[in-house]
């Protein structure tokens, strides 16, 4: 045992003075040799300043100020948003701001607008019923920038000009075209697919819009085995499907009152019999209970070959979310692919061809970059089928031999679907955009040469939405 | 003659005869055999001695010691070296002093050595006001016309220079590749950047990426293009940049250094704007490195009872 | 010495006529004249501290006397080959030349920079300078959004503060034109509440500004007798004056009830505040009332004894 003040006991056995028989006086307590602060605090009679601790009983060495960490109170801000109050918030689409400028040389979309080669790089607003058509399909978000300008407007580029135009050619040789738009973020591929639908309605077509493809995998709306489908066993998700029928029926409502039945539904509770209109077949669906028979009987009237059908467009955004496997669970607790749930299943067979629309349509889908998923297949597919179209059959990509991800039904889906890439735009489609906005008080710059095409670097060589960043979106106004 | 300081001259004197350079045969001869055992130094001037001759010398020879004499008469002081040459160059001074000098803003720059530079050359401790005095002759022997400087005066001037003449850097200039391309880079916080700037339309690619694409804050997407856009280039010119280190902000202002100095070589007169859209200065500063006892660069640990 | 300005500016003059006068077979060009009269006392000046011999000169001076001696052969030539058109035209050429080398000599004889950047340099024009501020780097935006945006940014996240400033400039160029309470007027000098969406820069920068107190109350403790502190008011700068301002609306939007969530709230917040300053409804305007009041009534301290060291 060695005194923690001794230094030769520094290098020498613990032991060794015990073994001398010398008895060490342990007079402080123990603690490492090389430090001394521990023992000095330990010694008695150590100095008192402070005046508070007169009682000698009580020894309170380095009495000081403790740290106190001042917590923020919760402010009571009152009583909270109700459920769903806050999200109905954060969805608000508006579609004017009556502060901007009226812009005079604006016009109306017209059924023939968006086929019009001439009117590339102007801008055309949307008139009030259409944009009600388009309110209930979903088709506005709340990204976009509708609710800076005094009217929604629209510019038409060269690609939107090229979708319409399929669209008709489709529909003039009564075929259904299938399109997947891709290209970057933000370059405008879901504001192709509410041109799409301007067109599509202001022709009187029937569209058929499905908003978000995430909504029908997420695992957020209730779900059912569908009776008698075995292998696979096909869901059907009854209150989207409600929720589907009711925009389009609110969306298409002038065209459903014209339509007639050919066929009597009598599986329905409302007993639906031939040259009924197919509004009162869209209305028989009241509750989330009998919405999939309603919608299947629907899609069968809207199918029906030999009856007089307007052209059909079927839409949907998001697409790579349902080429994947989807949260919900069979009842063995598989997890059920997303091509297995029957909405789904609608879709994915009308893009891979296997629907045909009496008189004509187009089934269009628009990939996401930002909050989408990676799909190994979607994308490889797309590729091949870009090279494909490009006639360039050395540069077509290969599968990669050593990776396991590819989904073999995403691929029978997208085999034989037409791909359009949707581009960055001009310089001189950028500056009819601009001068748009500086009409509308909201760029306040002179729109010249050396402006717009800073706006057009900053975005990244054209892509509009990041124009749109960086001329409206700053602190720079 | 110019009035220099020179407090040595009592020295210089007593010393002028032994600072004259001599052949290796003189000098051989100054460590000859002391026949009379003279304890006198020699001071002015030696005479060439006889040949020798050992037969005859053979039976001269009584002393017992032979002692070398040095060559310089420094050789006792304690900085035998510095003397000499500084008595090389107060002679020089003295004969070359009238010569026609030139105005001091004309005189070619030079490096000299410092210092320390020049005790290590000679490896003896010389003091520092002695050098300074020395230095004040050889910048004055310095001063004199280029045409008109004497071959020795440049050579003992060429052992006060340094090895390495900054002044006589020139900055490469840089020029337009074949292909019209400018290169520039720059850096920033812990980032740097090349730049290759040609006559374009604005399109802008950095590491193989768009502008938006690589920057996704639009403040960084200006930052980076800030010299073109501040000169009004911004569809005169296409870019086509490698940035690597740091984050997205020291990239961005990496670039703005890169691309103002590529936009220099195009367009050099653009030099003062540039310099107003705070596009030319690099700026220095850096992460403060951690202190041991501090939790961060400045933040001081938490007081904890106990 | 003469000075060096006067000199220089008139050689700008002259080689400018120089130019523009073709020197058409007459004697020597006007500038040559004009130069070697005022260049040569000059030359000696430059080396009149030193008596140097003039051959020890630098090779500028070398170069002067065979430049003007072609130059005034050259002015002869025209006489003797009058038919020779195509040489006289490369003649005057040279001389043009010889003209402007010579211009420049002079120049940097003078010290100043030959190639001026008016003159080359540049292939599509200069911009003017000095250059206007938003045009640097580091002072893009306005004064009072860069102090804003930095007041606004919590954890050293600029970039989410800027971003949040450009949502609330958007809340406000949407929102409709404020309702102006007559009771709260706005800074003089501010725009009718029409105007303030579409400019939403100002209408930020006169809501601060409308609220923005003048003084603040310094405490000197102990002053007052009895352990109190003596209040005492102090002007604000400007700066000062919006940074307080916009503490207490950061203030009153921390008591806001939030509508929704998402990045989008709490600029909203911050906005909505901001039309209720402007509309005189803001609890602010109180705050700034509080401290006039109570600086009004403590301007007597100012004449106190004690302090008078401190101010």
């Excluded at chain 1, 989904?407 to 949707?422: I, P, S, Y």
């Excluded at chain 1, 990041?466 to 001329?471: G, H, I, L, Q």
């Excluded at chain 2, 040595?8 to 002391?34: D, I, K, N, V």
């Excluded at chain 2, 920033?188 to 694409?213: I, P």
Aim: hydrophobic residues 40%.
């Amino acid at each position: 045992m060695s005194a923690t003040n001794c230094l030769r006991c520094l290098g020498r056995p613990a032991v060794a003075g015990a073994s001398r028989g010398v008895i060490v006086p342990v007079f402080a307590p123990r603690t490492a040799p090389f430090s001394t602060t521990a023992v000095q605090n330990a010694m008695p009679g150590k100095p008192q300043k402070s005046m508070e601790h007169q009682d000698r009983s009580v020894r309170v060495y380095r009495a000081g100020k403790k740290m106190k960490i001042k917590k923020k109170g919760n402010l009571d801000r009152g009583k909270p948003p109700a459920p769903g109050e806050r999200k109905a918030f954060r969805k608000k689409i508006v579609l004017s701001n009556d502060n901007a400028l009226p812009v005079p040389w604006v016009t109306e979309m017209v059924a023939g607008s968006l086929s019009d080669r001439k009117q590339v790089g102007t801008i055309v607003s949307l008139p009030p019923v259409l944009q009600d058509q388009l309110r209930a399909t979903e088709a506005f978000q709340p990204t976009q920038t509708w609710g800076l300008f005094r009217k929604p407007s629209t510019l038409i580029r060269q690609e939107s000009v090229d979708l319409i135009g399929k669209m008709e050619k489709a529909v003039e040789n009564k075929e259904t075209a299938r399109i997947v738009l891709t290209g970057e973020k933000i370059s405008g591929k879901s504001t192709m697919l509410l041109q799409a639908q301007s067109h599509a309605y202001l022709n009187n077509w029937i569209v058929i819009h499905f908003p978000d493809a995430q909504e029908l995998i997420n695992g957020s709306t209730e779900y059912a085995p569908i009776p008698n489908t075995e292998n696979p066993t096909l869901y059907m998700q009854q209150n989207y499907c409600l929720k589907l029928l009711q925009s389009i029926k609110k969306a298409n409502e002038k065209i459903f009152a014209k339509l007639l039945s050919v066929s009597s539904h009598s599986e329905l509770p409302q007993n639906i019999t031939v040259n009924q209109p197919l509004l009162s077949l869209i209305n028989a669906a009241k509750e989330a209970e009998g919405a999939w028979p309603v919608f299947q009987a629907l899609w069968s009237e809207l199918n029906a070959q030999g009856a007089n059908r307007p052209p059909i467009l079927l839409s949907m955004d998001n697409l790579p979310h349902i080429m994947k496997i989807s949260e919900y669970r069979s009842a063995s607790f598989d997890k059920i692919h997303a091509h297995d749930l029957a909405l789904v299943k609608l879709f994915t067979d009308a893009l891979g061809g296997n629907a045909r629309f009496p008189s004509g349509g187009a089934v269009i889908a628009a990939t996401n970059r930002n909050n989408g998923p990676r799909i190994p297949s979607m994308e490889l597919a797309l590729k091949q089928r870009l090279a494909v179209q490009n006639g360039d059959s050395e540069g077509m990509p290969v599968k990669d031999p050593y990776f396991k991800g590819y989904d073999e039904r995403v691929e029978k889906v997208l085999k034989t679907v037409e791909v359009m890439e949707v581009n960055r735009i001009g310089k001189k489609e950028a500056r009819g955009l601009m001068e748009y906005w500086a009409a509308s008080g909201l760029l306040r710059t002179t729109v010249d040469e050396q402006a717009v095409s800073e706006k057009w670097t900053l975005g990244g060589g054209g892509v509009l939405g990041e124009m749109e960043r960086a001329a409206l979106l700053t602190m720079k106004i | 003659m110019a009035s220099i300081p020179t407090t040595r001259r009592g020295l210089a004197a007593a010393m002028r005869g032994a600072a004259r350079p001599r052949s290796l045969e003189q000098q051989f001869q100054a460590m000859r055999l002391s026949a009379k055992c003279s304890r006198c130094l020699s001071t002015e001037s030696f005479q060439a001695a006889p040949e020798i001759d050992s037969e005859k010398i053979q039976g001269m020879i009584q002393a017992r010691h032979a002692r070398p004499v040095p060559v310089s008469p420094s050789y006792f002081s304690r900085t035998s070296r510095f003397n000499d040459s500084y008595l090389a160059l107060d002679k020089l001074l003295r004969i070359y002093g009238n010569l026609p000098i030139i105005p001091p803003n004309a005189v070619e720059r030079v490096s000299w050595k410092t210092l320390d530079d020049f005790r290590h050359a000679v490896g003896e401790q010389v003091r520092a006001t002695d050098y300074v005095k020395c230095l004040a002759i050889v910048k004055r022997l310095h001063q004199i016309h280029p045409k008109l400087k004497p071959a020795p005066v440049i050579q003992a001037l060429n052992d006060f220079k340094r090895s390495v003449q900054a002044f006589k850097n020139e900055t490469v200039k840089q020029q337009l590749d074949k292909y019209g391309r400018s290169l520039g880079n720059g850096r920033r916080k812990s980032s740097s950047a090349r730049a290759w700037l040609v006559e374009g339309n604005g399109e802008v690619l950095v590491n193989g990426k768009t502008l938006a694409d690589y920057f996704g804050r639009v403040h960084d997407r200006e930052t980076a293009v800030w010299a073109l856009h501040a000169t009004g280039r911004m569809d005169k010119y296409n870019v086509w940049a490698r940035v690597e280190g740091g984050g997205t902000t020291g990239q961005a202002e990496a670039l703005t250094l890169a691309i103002s100095r590529a936009l220099m070589v195009h367009e050099p007169a653009l030099k003062p704007a540039l310099r107003r859209a705070g596009c030319v200065t690099r700026d220095p500063r850096r992460v403060e490195r951690k202190k041991h006892g501090r939790v961060k660069a400045r933040k001081r640990p938490a007081w904890v009872k106990r | 010495m003469p000075p060096r300005l006067n000199l220089t500016s008139a050689f700008r003059a002259l080689s400018l006529r120089a130019s523009t006068t073709p020197a058409a077979g007459t004697s020597q060009p006007l500038f040559l004249q004009q130069s070697q009269k005022v260049a040569a006392p000059a030359a000696r000046r430059f080396y009149s501290g030193d008596n140097l011999t003039p051959d020890s000169q630098l090779p500028q001076s070398e170069q002067l006397p065979p430049s003007s001696s072609s130059s005034s052969s050259s002015s002869l030539s025209p006489e003797q080959f009058d038919n020779a058109a195509q040489q006289s035209v490369r003649q005057q050429q040279q001389r043009q030349d010889n003209v402007n080398a010579l211009n420049r000599l002079e120049m940097v004889a003078y010290g100043l920079n030959p190639f001026d950047a008016k003159e080359e340099g540049h292939k599509y024009g200069l911009p003017s300078l000095p250059l206007p501020s938003e045009l640097h780097k580091d002072h893009r935006y306005d004064d009072v959004m860069g102090q804003i945006t930095r007041l606004l940014m919590k954890d050293g996240k600029l970039s989410k503060a800027q971003r949040d400033m450009a949502m609330i400039l958007n809340y406000l160029r949407t929102s409709p034109p404020p309702k102006l309470n007559p009771l709260r007027p706005l800074i003089p000098g501010s725009p009718a509440p029409h105007f303030l969406p579409l400019d939403p820069v100002t209408y930020l920068r006169v809501a601060i500004d409308s609220v923005a107190p003048l003084v603040k109350i310094r405490g000197f403790r102990g002053m007052a007798g009895g352990g109190r502190s003596l209040e005492v008011p102090a002007p604000l700068a400007a700066r000062q004056r919006r940074r307080t301002a916009f503490m207490w609306i950061l203030d009153a939007v921390q008591k806001r009830k939030s509508k929704g969530s998402g990045r989008k709230m709490f600029p909203t917040r911050v906005a909505e505040e901001i039309v209720a300053v402007v509309e005189g409804r803001s609890n602010v305007w109180e705050k700034r009332a509080q401290v006039h009041k109570l600086g009004t009534a403590a301007r007597a301290n100012l004449m106190n004894p004690q302090i008078k060291n401190f101010l």
